[in-house]
């Protein structure tokens, strides 16, 4: 997958009704850590992430394999194919996504870093440019420096909220296909990406040019929701099934305390004090994890409040791989209102 505009200024997809058929949701948290370190360089560029990363800058400091962190990331913002593959899953594990990094072709490491790097700066960063001796073992160093950024940085807390935000771009997205078809997919994913007899367009706003166009010949498309990236991308070649990256719905509330919202007093007279802050939390899916971190109770007791609530309709569910969401429903928004 690319994670910069390619060569053409239009990519489009050809897709037939078996294309859309396989075309699926995909979550990477290798992805996610990896577009995750532009912050590092130009924090203001994603504004809501920044209360979130100035918490983990100390850690971040820290890190023993900071300065080969910071050189994956050109100047222009662009960062090697390689560090993202394709997910093998809905939500692959990150330790698999580490391994499919490592077992990355060495040949195919030296021309990735030189189409990110040399044509705005001229030459490699030198930690990288050093490595290139022994991709291999390069490929292996920049899989231990992620694995530390993950465990040490993001997987304590920011996680947890990231992947709730992921999580119910997805739901919507699917409900969007389900209701509406393509035309309800697409019409606003992002003002890039353009959807019109059976072709999918992303465009790059620069001169006019021919151009790449590919038929996905049954292949599918994967579309992959991402809380680093200000417009829609992808990688077309021949082989593996295209994916689509884009800005993901609701990223804006990465930036909102996660304190529960207060509650009206009728409404907690008529739940009780844990189901009322409960549904006020629910304008948005969630996961029973993320709620009870939020709510700082047990998952179990979340769960228990959660079956009550949806006995008496007062908020869904939905489930994407093995994660259930919940929402309120319209009765509960209409109480709560």
């Given at each position: 997958?690319?994670?910069?505009?390619?060569?053409?200024?239009?990519?489009?997809?050809?897709?037939?009704?078996?294309?859309?058929?396989?075309?699926?949701?995909?979550?990477?948290?290798?992805?996610?850590?990896?577009?995750?370190?532009?912050?590092?360089?130009?924090?203001?560029?994603?504004?809501?992430?920044?209360?979130?990363?100035?918490?983990?800058?100390?850690?971040?400091?820290?890190?023993?394999?900071?300065?080969?962190?910071?050189?994956?990331?050109?100047?222009?913002?662009?960062?090697?194919?390689?560090?993202?593959?394709?997910?093998?899953?809905?939500?692959?594990?990150?330790?698999?996504?580490?391994?499919?990094?490592?077992?990355?072709?060495?040949?195919?490491?030296?021309?990735?870093?030189?189409?990110?790097?040399?044509?705005?700066?001229?030459?490699?960063?030198?930690?990288?440019?050093?490595?290139?001796?022994?991709?291999?073992?390069?490929?292996?160093?920049?899989?231990?420096?992620?694995?530390?950024?993950?465990?040490?940085?993001?997987?304590?807390?920011?996680?947890?909220?990231?992947?709730?935000?992921?999580?119910?771009?997805?739901?919507?997205?699917?409900?969007?296909?389900?209701?509406?078809?393509?035309?309800?997919?697409?019409?606003?994913?992002?003002?890039r990406v353009s959807w019109r007899d059976g072709v999918l367009s992303i465009g790059w706003n620069r001169a006019p040019d021919p151009g790449a166009d590919i038929d996905l010949a049954g292949r599918g498309l994967v579309l992959a929701p991402t809380l680093f990236a200000r417009g829609a991308h992808t990688n077309i070649d021949p082989g593996p099934t295209p994916i689509l990256t884009y800005p993901a719905r609701g990223r804006a509330t990465m930036a909102e305390r996660l304190d529960p919202p207060p509650t009206i007093r009728a409404l907690r007279r008529l739940l009780g004090a844990p189901r009322a802050r409960l549904l006020a939390l629910l304008d948005e899916p969630a996961s029973t994890t993320e709620l009870a971190r939020r709510l700082s109770v047990t998952p179990g007791a979340v769960s228990q409040h959660l079956a009550v609530l949806l006995d008496a309709r007062l908020v869904n569910r939905a489930r994407h791989g093995p994660v259930v969401l919940y929402a309120r429903s319209a009765l509960g928004d209409e109480l709560c209102g």
């Open positions: 997958m690319s994670l910069h505009p390619a060569a053409e200024p239009t990519n489009r997809f050809r897709l037939s009704l078996a294309d859309l058929a396989a075309t699926s949701f995909a979550c990477s948290a290798l992805q996610e850590a990896v577009l995750s370190l532009r912050m590092w360089g130009e924090s203001g560029r994603f504004a809501e992430q920044t209360p979130w990363f100035n918490r983990i800058r100390p850690e971040f400091d820290a890190l023993r394999h900071r300065e080969l962190l910071l050189a994956l990331v050109s100047r222009n913002h662009y960062i090697p194919d390689f560090l993202t593959p394709r997910p093998a899953a809905a939500w692959p594990n990150f330790a698999r996504e580490l391994a499919t990094l490592r077992a990355t072709p060495p040949e195919l490491v030296r021309p990735d870093l030189e189409r990110t790097f040399l044509p705005r700066e001229g030459a490699l960063p030198e930690p990288l440019a050093a490595g290139l001796t022994d991709p291999v073992t390069l490929l292996d160093r920049i899989a231990a420096a992620l694995q530390e950024y993950w465990e040490r940085c993001l997987a304590p807390a920011w996680w947890h909220r990231a992947r709730s935000v992921l999580q119910a771009d997805i739901v919507y997205r699917a409900r969007r296909l389900a209701e509406g078809g393509a035309d309800g997919l697409f019409a606003d994913l992002d003002p």
